[in-house]
Nanobody
């Protein structure tokens, strides 16, 4: 059984910073891609950033230059450092891990339960 668990959300003032963490655990053979999505109230879930197991990164235009994604492969953990936060960054942030359970299985997406980030004065 695989678990994907986020942490680090909270309330922060505009211009402030937060760092989210997400750890995947369980019977995992390999993890390809890990990343973050977010969903604001009344809106669809949207891509934020992802990082491959070799360290290649991609960001949504709305966060590029402010957010930094990183990864610790030994710990099956991905991080999202968020600087220069804006009220429009307020959302539930979800972690995604694209992983394989065995050497012969294909990869599947596993989602975390989400962590709330609120940017407000």
């Amino acid at each position: 059984q695989v678990q994907v668990v986020e942490s680090g959300g909270g309330l922060v003032q505009p211009g402030g910073s937060l760092k989210l963490s997400c750890a995947a655990s369980g019977s995992i053979f390999s993890i390809n891609l890990m990343g973050w999505y977010r969903q604001a109230p009344g809106k669809e879930r949207q891509f934020v950033a992802h990082i491959t197991n070799s360290g290649s990164t991609n960001y949504a235009d709305s966060v590029r230059g402010r957010f930094t994604i990183s990864r610790d492969n030994a710990k099956n953990t991905v991080y999202l450092q968020m600087n220069g936060l804006k009220p429009e960054d307020t959302a539930v942030y979800y972690c995604i891990a694209d992983l394989a359970l065995t050497w012969s299985s294909g990869t599947m997406n596993y989602w975390g339960q989400g962590t709330q980030v609120t940017v407000s004065s």
